[in-house]
């Protein structure tokens, strides 16, 4: 069954889109509050198609997380009962909150630099320093380094790897696909 080699043809021709920038864009800013899906997803097909701009589009990718990041933390800070608390409870993030207020306890600003850097859902963490009232201009910077590293680290190994690199994804999308699948399944399992 090849799932993953149609979707992977669908995101190429997506990341080609006459307003793929936009989209990588929006998909930036949202992710850093609720979206689930990560921006590398998108990134990643984006740079690989036009290596030309990839830094461009890491930058994009960097100022859209960072400015959602702010308004998460925005949100956790003015309307966590109100509005953050149902948001968090309908997706199932109650006990991810709860580790992110652990964490925060034991590592303080660092827990921003590698929720930002790392696949850890950044989201929970942005939220998290707005109701910790976190400091706001360490977590604005903290988050735009670790943001910064992490998707400029994408969009050049992407331009390093150039046509080999697509050809070789190409080659091997479904069995790195399932096996993704397969990691997050342990991963849930092992964390719940």
Not at 42 to 52: E, V
Not at 58 to 65: P, R
Not at 163 to 191: H, S
Request: overall charge positive; hydrophobic content about 55%.
């Amino acid at each position: 069954m090849k799932i993953f080699s149609t979707l992977y043809d669908k995101v190429m021709i997506w990341s080609e889109h006459r307003h793929a920038e936009r989209y990588l864009s929006g998909m930036s800013f949202i992710e850093s509050i609720f979206w689930p899906i990560p921006v590398d997803v998108m990134l990643a097909p984006m740079a690989l198609s036009r290596p030309s701009k990839a830094l461009h589009f890491a930058m994009l990718a960097t100022v859209f997380s960072v400015l959602g990041a702010a308004l998460g933390y925005g949100l956790g800070q003015f309307f966590y009962d109100p509005l953050v608390v149902p948001l968090v409870e309908s997706v199932g993030y109650q006990h991810k909150m709860q580790v992110a207020f652990d964490w925060f306890d034991r590592w303080g600003v660092l827990v921003i630099f590698v929720a930002s850097f790392t696949p850890i859902p950044y989201k929970v963490f942005t939220i998290t320093a707005g109701v910790l009232n976190m400091a706001f201009l360490p977590f604005l910077l903290v988050s735009l380094v670790g943001r910064g590293l992490r998707f400029y680290l994408v969009a050049g190994l992407m331009m390093w790897g150039g046509p080999r690199m697509e050809a070789q994804l190409r080659k091997y999308v479904e069995v790195l696909g399932w096996l993704v699948v397969i990691l997050a399944v342990v991963a849930y399992l092992l964390l719940k």
